[in-house]
């Protein structure tokens, strides 16, 4: 009997040590996947790491370019476009003839809506203007290789209604860049014959302003022109156009030999009608 028991006991163990290898054969597989399922991990982060790294040094170079091109946002920035009228006579190339536009013309407190009525009649200094023109760059890097007067039309000169500003003397700011209108084809100059952009480029990172101070004459004719500025950016050239402060074209004319109509600026604000004959002021 005891020689039984110790069969059994035997037989037990033995069905014991059979089940743990059978336990430990059935777990190695599922450990075997847990550990490709560490290392695979291990090796994505450290992949997501370097192209984090890549990507982040891509973007700050040529990525935010790129978001730019793919927008279609302009190479530079156009902030701030302002023609300087101060103690300037101007002229309209229509006479004011409506009673509306004529009160307007009188009123006191009413900048905002004279500025479109004289902007409808096409408003024009005469033979020169200033523009102060702020560009901001919209690139990582760029270069303005040419800016260029484009006239869009040539007529001969206003006649309308001379309006006659107050003046206290003084001189108006350092002209950086001229161009002469009447020219066969209009550049920028800084004295002399030889064009501005021939020798020289403007050089701009994104965020970086320039302002630029424009001179222009025209004394044989009416103009109506733009601005094209020539930008290039990663490796291509792209135009951008500057209009007028008011979104349409700049307006200059030449002096006229008599006006139908004359105008004083007044003290209070708005254009009195005057009587000068035939004479080109008064």
């Not at 290392?39 to 700050?60: H, P």
Request: one cysteine or more; aromatic letters at 6%; charged letters at 30%.
């Amino acid at each position: 009997m005891g020689r039984a028991r110790r069969k059994k006991r035997t037989s037990i163990g033995r069905d014991a040590a059979a089940q743990r290898q059978e336990d430990a054969e059935a777990s190695d597989p599922a450990r075997a996947k847990g550990l490709l399922a560490w290392l695979a991990g291990i090796v994505g982060a450290v992949i997501l790491a370097a192209f984090g790294i890549v990507f982040t040094e891509w973007y700050n170079a040529h990525g935010s370019d790129t978001v730019e091109q793919v927008r279609g946002a302009a190479p530079i920035i156009v902030g701030h476009v302002a023609v300087d009228y101060s103690e300037r006579d101007t002229v309209l190339r229509e006479p004011v003839t409506t009673p509306e536009d004529r009160a307007l013309m009188l009123a006191a407190h009413a900048d905002k809506q004279r500025e479109a009525m004289l902007a409808r009649h096409r408003m024009a200094l005469i033979d020169s203007m200033n523009v102060t023109v702020a560009l901001t760059g919209n690139r990582s890097s760029l270069r303005i290789v040419d800016i260029e007067p484009r006239v869009l039309a040539r007529r001969p000169v206003s006649e309308g209604a001379r309006l006659i500003a107050v003046t206290g003397g003084g001189e108006t700011g350092t002209v950086e860049m001229a161009a002469d209108l009447d020219r066969p084809t209009p550049r920028f100059t800084t004295g002399g014959d030889t064009p501005y952009f021939r020798k020289k480029q403007i050089d701009l990172k994104r965020d970086e302003p320039v302002t630029l101070s424009l001179s222009f004459t025209g004394k044989k004719a009416y103009y109506e022109f733009d601005l094209r500025v020539t930008v290039l950016a990663d490796g291509r050239t792209e135009e951008v156009v500057v209009k007028g402060p008011d979104g349409g074209p700049f307006r200059l004319t030449g002096e006229a030999a008599r006006y139908r109509s004359h105008y004083r600026q007044a003290s209070q604000g708005g254009w009195q009608p005057v009587s000068c004959g035939k004479r080109r002021t008064c």
